[in-house]
């Protein structure tokens, strides 16, 4: 089974900062995506950005890019020139891909980080 | 932008009572999933559904529990005697492909009393 680790249960920060948001993660597989998802107060879930663990390039969506080292299991986010708009829960969460291409995993989650960015 | 939506997006009902969250998912997504979040703590899977069955549940997902996919738009989970552990944010949620992304619902807050 996988294990999706977020040891920073919160974080703040000054608006325009850079934050960067700690995951590890535990599994044998060798193919899987992962994942950061946002949360805000609305509670809705809002995919911000994702990782193929088969790419070695990191995943960048305009102020957000990941750190992924695969050997360590590690998956951090950085939120760049952050904006009062991104405080909200952060979850990282993990997907492995079946062998027999069914595609039907279901995401493991942390247990989130809330990310509050004061004026 | 196409969107999963669910309804109710709140529901109170009394233990022991029957319960059904509707999800619609994107039409034309092929993989469909229920999420629970229970107050503070973290999002947990229930169930995978594909090609009009399940693929995967998780222990949490238990006799009680039952999915359905009705009509070839609606998605529905079922909880058949409902528990005060059950109250919840329940999120459904779509992938078109195994290497998408999924799309969450805004989710159904589940009150039982």
């Known amino acids: 089974a996988q294990t999706v680790t977020q040891s920073q249960p919160e974080m703040s920060v000054q608006e325009a900062e850079t934050v960067t948001l700690s995951c590890t993660y535990d599994?044998?597989?060798?193919?899987?995506?992962l994942f950061w998802y946002k949360q805000p107060p609305s509670r809705q879930m809002i995919l911000v950005i994702r990782?193929?663990?088969?790419?070695?390039q990191n995943a960048t969506e305009n102020r957000f890019s990941v750190n992924f080292q695969k050997a360590a299991k590690s998956f951090s986010l950085k939120i760049s020139d952050s904006q009062l708009g991104d405080t909200a829960m952060y979850f990282c969460?993990?997907?492995?891909?079946?062998?027999?291409?069914?595609?039907?995993?279901?995401?493991?989650f942390g247990k989130g980080t809330h990310l509050i960015i004061q004026p | 932008e196409p969107e999963v939506t669910q309804t109710p997006s709140h529901q109170v009902t009394q233990m022991g009572q029957e319960v059904i969250l509707r999800c619609v998912p994107i039409?034309?997504?092929?993989?469909f999933y229920w999420y629970r979040q229970i107050l503070g703590q973290k999002v947990e899977f229930l169930v995978s559904?594909?090609?009009?069955?399940?693929?995967?549940k998780s222990e949490i997902f238990d006799d009680q529990f039952s999915v359905e996919r009705p009509d070839g738009s609606n998605f529905t989970l079922k909880i058949r005697s409902t528990k005060l552990e059950d109250s919840a944010m329940y999120f459904c949620?779509?992938?078109?492909?195994?290497?998408?992304?999924?799309?969450f619902g805004s989710g159904t807050r589940l009150t039982v009393v």
């Open positions: 949620a779509s992938r078109a492909g195994q290497f998408l992304g999924y799309t």
């Open positions: 559904f594909y090609n009009n069955e399940i693929s995967e």
């Open positions: 599994t044998s597989e060798n193919n899987y995506y």
């Open positions: 969460a993990f997907m492995k891909l079946s062998a027999a291409g069914g595609g039907a995993d279901g995401l493991t």
């Open positions: 990782q193929e663990a088969y790419k070695q």
């Open positions: 039409s034309n997504h092929l993989y």
